[in-house]
Structure formats: structure tokens, C-alpha cells
């Protein structure tokens, strides 16, 4: 298998010891089993030059210790995560370097990264933190962040919606340009892959209709421009409803802003969503789809894993 290919058929997750790290294993493993791909879990170590407060370690001594505990770091997500599909291929991979960039160097031989909301060390604060914001912003492809509910609850990526296809429903936030097409692919092929519905969301309000498109403020009505907007929408979509002729859709229209609007809808009780996805570039304020605005605040709220794809990512 080519390099390229190989890339195109992994999964790589980010662990580090975490409970987060282990859960974050459990759902690449879920993911690896539905596409056919690899799993590749990746433990970085970041050795620093010098140790503040501490007389410096031989570094031989030192690097080998760094890496004989991420290789037993890694030994244990490995078991946790054919617990979770026994049938698939996994990968263990140590590197050293800064957190971050090393990820983001790693994500160009994926097809998706995965990474637990909260970790130890360099993966500490990711939600607020540089390493989740540095991949999402970089990476070269989708970067999935799965959550855990700050007191300790287990989530739908524990038990229930995360595990069992079917159960839910994949939410896209869409803003009708081009640039939220990788988004859009990617929450198609999700809800192909799990055989779940798929909810379009598009958001608008009346101050950027104002702003960007004036001449419709003063002669259309609230009703009107939500009928105007779903046209956009549906025609946005319905090249992906060809290719995705088994995902059922449905486009709804909000008026208001937008991460709360994909919050709500992603909480629907009847029909409550198993993953999120948004870009981290969109069309501007209409949706304000970018990675500082609407991406960051799902992440900090959203109880059900999130999918953050990159305009430029491949997906």
C-alpha cells in the first residue's frame, strides 16, 4: 500500500494516559471498524532541553524512560481499544517533540485524527488549550474531539448514542458556500457509515442580512428570508444528496446564533445527535463558522463528540 493510501485508510488518535485519551481510543476503534481502516495510536513525548529546579537527567537515560512510558501508555489504550473492535488492525507509534506541531505533522498520513478533550501533560486544557485549536487550525485532515462532562458523567460516547449506529443523528452546521463543502462531505459520509439521518443547519439573522445584503432587509420579512435561506441551503446540499442517495436529510432553518443553535438541535430528544460537525471556515459573520467563534464554543459545550473540518483539510 502507498504512503497516500495508507494515509487515506487511518485512523490516528492521540493518547496520553488520560481517561479522555482511553475514550477518545474507544471511538477511533468504532470509527476504524466502520471504514475499513487502520488504527494508529500516537503517544508524544515532550522532552525539554532543561528540567527548571532539577539537575538535568543524562539524556539517554532520560529519552529512554520518556519513551518506555509511552510505550506502556500506549500498550494500554491498544487493550482498551480491540475491547472495544477486536477485528481491527492497531498501530503504536512514539514520537518526540513538541505536542502539537507532532500531531499536526502526523495528521497529514491520516484520514482523521482524534484526540480526548481532556488529557495529562501536553494535552492538558485542550478545549481552551493550543494543542486542539493548533490541529484544527493546521491539520491536514478532520481532527474529531470526544468529550466527557466536567463532573465525571459518562456521555453518548461512553454508552448509548456513540456505540450503537442508529440511535441518532449526525447535525452539520452549513453557511451555503463552497467553503463548507469538505464539512458537509464529511457529515454525509458519517451518517452513510453509521445509517443515522442527517440534520442540515443553517443559521442567519437579521443584522448580517442588513449588513450584507441590505436591498433584501427592508423589503423581505423574517418569513421570506428563512424561505430565501433554505433555498440556499437545499441547493448547497443537493449535489451531496445524489452521492448520498441512502442518508436521509433534513434542512433546517434557524434564525439566531449559530453555536447555540447547533446545540439545540444536536439535543433534540426525539432525535439526539451522535456527532456534530462544523468548519473552521465559513462564509463570515452569517454563520460565523470559524475555528475563534462558533468551532471553539460547540467544543466547550457540546456533549457528544465533535468533528472539526477544515477548509483546506482533505476529508
Known amino acids: 500500500m502507498t504512503s497516500n493510501a495508507h494515509a487515506r485508510h487511518t485512523i490516528l488518535v492521540g493518547v496520553d494516559g488520560s ?41 539517554e537515560r532520560f529519552d529512554e524512560a520518556m519513551v518506555e512510558a509511552g510505550e506502556s501508555t500506549l500498550a494500554e489504550a491498544k487493550d482498551a481499544a480491540l475491547a472495544e473492535a477486536l477485528d481491527i488492525q492497531v498501530e503504536t507509534n512514539v514520537r518526540i517533540g513538541p505536542v502539537a506541531a507532532t500531531l499536526v505533522a502526523e495528521s497529514k498520513n491520516a484520514r482523521l485524527v482524534v484526540l480526548g478533550s481532556r488529557g495529562l501533560g501536553g ?3 485542550l478545549l481552551v488549550g493550543s494543542v486542539g485549536v493548533t490541529l484544527a487550525a493546521h491539520g491536514e485532515c478532520p481532527v474529531v474531539v470526544v468529550p466527557k462532562d466536567g463532573d465525571g ?6 454508552v448509548g448514542l456513540g456505540d450503537v449506529d442508529g ?24 451518517a452513510s457509515q453509521r445509517g443515522v439521518p442527517l440534520v442540515a443547519v443553517h443559521v442567519w439573522n437579521q443584522a448580517t442580512v442588513d449588513t450584507d445584503w441590505p436591498e433584501l432587509s427592508i423589503a423581505t420579512s423574517h418569513e421570506e428570508e428563512s424561505q430565501l435561506e433554505s433555498l ?11 452521492k448520498y442517495p441512502d442518508v ?9 446564533k449559530p453555536a447555540e443553535m447547533l446545540l439545540e438541535e444536536a439535543g433534540r430528544e426525539e432525535s439526539p445527535a451522535e456527532l456534530i460537525v462544523v468548519g473552521s471556515r465559513g462564509r463570515g459573520p452569517l454563520l460565523g463558522l470559524g475555528l475563534g467563534s462558533v468551532s471553539q464554543k460547540v467544543l466547550h459545550h457540546a456533549g457528544v463528540p465533535v468533528a472539526i473540518v477544515r477548509s483546506g483539510a482533505q476529508a
Do not use: M, N, Q
Not at 477511533?28 to 503517544?43: C, D, I, N, P, T
Not at 436521509?248 to 434564525?255: F, K, W
Open 19 to 59: 481517561d479522555s485519551a482511553r475514550r477518545a481510543a474507544c471511538w477511533g476503534a468504532r470509527e476504524a471498524r466502520r471504514r475499513g481502516a487502520v488504527l494508529s495510536l500516537v503517544h508524544v513525548c515532550y522532552i525539554p532541553d532543561t528540567l527548571p529546579r532539577y539537575p538535568a537527567p543524562p539524556k
Open 123 to 125: 494535552f492538558a486544557g
Open 153 to 158: 458523567r459518562e456521555t453518548p460516547a461512553d
Open 167 to 190: 440511535a441518532g443523528c449526525v447535525v452539520v452546521g452549513i453557511d451555503g458556500s463552497r467553503r463548507s463543502d469538505p464539512a458537509v462531505e464529511f457529515a454525509f459520509d458519517a
Open 232 to 242: 440556499v441551503a437545499s441547493e448547497r446540499l443537493a449535489g451531496w444528496r445524489e
Open 248 to 256: 436521509e436529510v433534513t434542512v433546517r432553518i434557524r434564525r439566531g
